[in-house]
């Protein structure tokens, strides 16, 4: 949990932070209401910038998890004995391949956050339309925005979930001896050997944490940005 606990407030600064000069740029006047097609760009964008923090994040958290998982089985299979996130980015930065080691996996963390945060904050937005029954949502108690922030989180991974199933085997891959040449063979390879099936591995429980993570998240932003005016 280290990894993720230590760059999430990071993640989400850079995340809102790029959707809001996004919005900026989309507006036609100040203060207009941007239009569900408009939030899709914007959440398009955002997710561009926030790949490239999210990248080294997921690789070292996906490094300890799978490690994890191979100790609990009682595999002796383990060739590196990670003793924590720092460690982690070490032996990356040293053995392989320097700061581009950290950044394995980048082209489907992109194809994760970008397809991803399009299709979230298009979706937060429409049901706030919706639930308001008109473009100004500035009215919708909370208990409305913690539905539709949920929604929102859990169409993020509807969208794209195959792709981080491909990200994380990738960069869970053996440096010197992989398994996998790139991300369209991990793909290939899992459907040939699992079928369909195989690129949906955990989705009930990244569905079980989306949903009231992105509620929190959406509400926390809602509340700080009136509270900030």
Known sequence: MGAPLATVAGLNAVLFMVRGQMEALLRSE???SLTVNQQIVAGA????AVSFLACPTELIKCRLQAQSALAHSGSASV????????????????????VRGLFKGLVP????????NAAMFGVYEALKQYMAE????????????????????ASFWIFVYPVDVIKSVVQVDDYRNPKYTG???????????EGVKGLFKGFG?????SMPANAA???????????LG
Not at 109 to 115: D, G, I, K, M, S
Not at 135 to 141: R, V
């Open 30 to 32: 100040s203060g207009a």
């Open 45 to 48: 964008g955002a997710g561009v």
């Open 79 to 98: 060739a590196v004995k990670y003793g924590g996130p720092m460690d982690v980015a070490r032996h990356v930065l040293r053995s392989e391949g320097g």
């Open 109 to 116: 963390t992109l194809a994760r956050e970008v397809p991803g």
């Open 134 to 153: 008109g473009p100004d949502t500035s009215k919708l108690g909370r208990g409305s925005l913690i539905v539709a922030g949920g929604l929102a989180g």
């Open 183 to 193: 991300s369209m063979n991990a793909f290939n390879r899992i459907l040939a050997s």
């Open 205 to 209: 429980p990244a569905m079980a944490r």
């Open 217 to 227: 998240c959406f509400l926390a932003f809602e509340v700080a940005r009136s509270a």
